[in-house]
């Protein structure tokens, strides 16, 4: 895959690629057109996703609206580069205050709606409380703003199932260095430490307009965090509870999560050369 440098006039101006991130490679994809009057779409996975997980959503829901679109892998994730562990039990905060404004800068891009996905919906709401500015909307699925036991009781589930299932076989479809995406990620959130991890102190900071999507039967956390986004952040929320879908309302209910996507981000669009 191609290398993209901040120098480069467009990072959309080829296929898949790696960004260069602060001396770090992370992988990247885009979709759509170049960025031009509207801001792009970013796309944020979640714990054991990568860019390449996404599938062809993201290039669906930019399709659909004329947008541009952007995915990358965290470090640890898909084809970027490998993570250190164990990782820190701020590594959500790590992720929205140091390396996603750098990468955005590194992209180019200065205005942009975030669309994340369980741990990228809980860095996408760090990022707008940090940078109201440069985050225009918020599309969430499934968030986490603080720890619930039926989510930690899911991950030691699936972490007991690791070595005895064909769960590593399935990771390495997507990620160059499978271990270390699944337990770098698992052993952070069993932490004893990170039962005290909580985000709802900075969601008043958060006024860009929000949309959450949650699932009736997920499995990682219940409808009281989208209780806790709605009453603490400052801009408007729109929510959608989804029956028959479980964490993942873009893999479990693809044609209805495109559909409120599609509709929040029109009806939060702005003008031509607004952005």
């Known amino acids: 895959m191609a290398e993209l440098t901040p120098g480069r006039e467009s990072p959309w101006s080829d296929g898949p690629g790696f960004l260069d991130v ?23 996975h979640e714990g054991l996703g990568s860019a390449g997980l996404w599938r062809d959503y993201p290039a669906r829901l930019c399709e659909a609206l004329g947008r541009s679109g952007l995915a990358y892998s965290r470090v640890g994730y898909g084809a970027s580069e490998p993570v250190r562990r164990p ?16 990468l955005l800068d590194a992209a180019g891009l200065s205005r942009v709606d975030l669309y994340g996905h369980s741990d ?52 390495a479809r997507w990620h160059d260095d499978p271990d270390g995406a699944f337990l770098g990620w698992t052993e952070v959130w069993l932490d004893p430490e990170f039962r005290s991890w909580d ?22 956390g219940s ?23 479980r964490h993942a309302p873009h893999r479990d209910q693809p044609d209805v999560a495109l559909a409120e996507a599609v509709r929040f981000l029109m009806e939060t669009a702005e003008p031509p050369g607004s952005g």
């Open 120 to 171: 990228g919906a809980s860095i996408a709401l760090l990022f707008a409380s940090r940078h109201p500015r440069r985050a225009r909307s918020l599309v969430l699925e499934a968030p986490h703003v603080f720890v619930e036991d039926v989510t930690t009781t899911s991950i030691a589930r699936i972490n007991d199932a690791y070595g005895t299932t064909d769960l590593r076989g399935k990771m």
């Open 22 to 44: 602060a001396g770090t490679q992370l992988e990247v994809r885009r979709f759509g057109p170049p960025p031009a009057d509207s801001p792009p779409i970013v796309f944020l």
């Open 223 to 245: 409808w009281a965090q989208v209780d806790a986004v709605v009453e603490g952040v400052a801009g408007p929320v729109r929510t959608r509870r989804l029956p028959e879908c």
């Open 199 to 220: 985000i709802q102190d900075v969601l008043p900071d958060v006024s860009a307009p929000v949309l959450v999507l949650q699932g009736e039967d997920d499995e990682y």
């Open 87 to 102: 990782r820190t039990v701020s590594f959500m905060h790590t992720e929205a205050h140091e390396v996603l404004p750098v």
